[in-house]
């Protein structure tokens, strides 16, 4: 499984941001897909889940700022990001689950600073 994601850059702090992520390979027709990031000096950690029969799992700290989507069909996984926070500030990985694999794209940064 490959995952290819886009978006990051630079956001001012209230602002938004999208990520996307495509899986493409071998995919099932059951997996999670989630996105995780990792901020300088820290250990990557979860933000948000999807699975495949629509049950979402935020992070505390972005419940009620991010949402999670996905389209099975086109096996994307998208990020919304509003009330963007300088501490959101983070490398990106998006994530494929299906136990007992896991599958990580590329990572994608981006910063929330005035």
């Known amino acids: 499984v490959q995952l290819q994601a886009c978006g990051g850059g630079l956001v001012q702090p209230g602002g938004s941001l999208k990520l996307s992520c495509v899986a493409s390979g071998s995919i099932f027709s059951i997996y999670d897909m989630g996105w995780y990031r990792q901020a300088p000096g820290k250990q990557r950690e979860l933000v948000a889940t999807?699975?495949?029969?629509?049950?979402?799992n935020y992070a505390d700290s972005v419940k009620g700022r991010f949402t999670i989507s996905r389209d099975s069909a086109k096996n994307t996984v998208a990020l919304q990001m509003n009330s963007l926070k300088p501490e959101d500030t983070a490398v990106y990985y998006c994530?494929?689950?299906?136990?007992?694999?896991?599958?990580w794209g590329q990572g994608t940064q981006f910063t929330v600073s005035s």
């Open positions: 999807t699975s495949s029969g629509g049950s979402t």
């Open positions: 994530n494929y689950h299906r136990f007992p694999f896991d599958y």
